[in-house]
């Protein structure tokens, strides 16, 4: 995420007055004083003083606002989740897509120039406790694994095996061999232990060098 340096100089968002100096000040201003004397007076913002005279409350936090409220954060969300837990989780594109169609179909001018950018998703995803994580692909047939084949596949198995000598069998497992190799990270929740995707068919690459003595 860029780290933004603030200027030399710039207001600073913090301020010293506590709650009895900003009701001192709004009774002074009941009392005929102008809120820009009030704000010289006792050391309060400006626009706080007008926003709390006027009886405009701001929840809004200093700085950059998002785009989309915190509902609509809410509900994409639990769209990614769902998509997760279904095998099918998307990439950070498919995320920054996802928002920049939405935004489109509500006709939502925003400050995004083609689509949300890696600063937006960042901070999208420290608000909403997601992660990147690399899912591991699965055929279908694999998703509907249980734990009644495992145990039929390693008692055939070990009939297979029974007359064969130990040095005569060579392990090959899946250390190191991927599937993909150009995948992408996907956007997931926090905390899940595996991250999987479906797929309809794998294409693997493996390269054997034969030893002669």
Request: proline share 3%; with cysteine; aromatic share 10%.
């Amino acid at each position: 995420m860029t780290k933004y340096c603030r200027k030399n100089g710039a207001r600073g968002y913090k301020t010293n007055y506590n709650a009895s100096d900003l009701d001192a000040a709004l009774q002074a201003i009941k009392s005929g004083k102008k809120i820009y004397r009030a704000h010289k007076e006792f050391k309060i913002p400006f626009g706080t003083l007008w926003r709390s005279a006027n009886g405009v409350n701001s929840e809004k936090k200093p700085g950059g606002q998002p785009v989309l409220e915190t509902i609509e954060e809410q509900m994409i969300v639990k769209s990614l989740n769902h998509l997760t837990d279904w095998k099918f989780p998307l990439t950070a594109e498919d995320v920054k897509h996802l928002v920049k169609n939405y935004l489109d179909k509500k006709k939502q001018t925003t400050r995004f120039a083609n689509n949300s950018g890696k600063d937006w998703l960042e901070g999208f995803m420290k608000r909403n406790n997601l992660t990147k994580r690399f899912a591991d692909k699965v055929k279908p047939a694999r998703v509907r694994v249980n734990c009644q084949a495992v145990k039929e596949f390693f008692g055939h198995y070990k009939g297979e095996v029974q007359d064969i000598q130990p040095q005569f069998l060579f392990n090959y497992d899946e250390l190191c061999v991927v599937d993909s190799p150009a995948d992408k990270e996907s956007i997931v929740r926090r905390g899940l232990r595996r991250v999987e995707a479906k797929i309809d068919h794998s294409k693997i690459e493996v390269l054997f060098q034969e030893f002669k003595q």
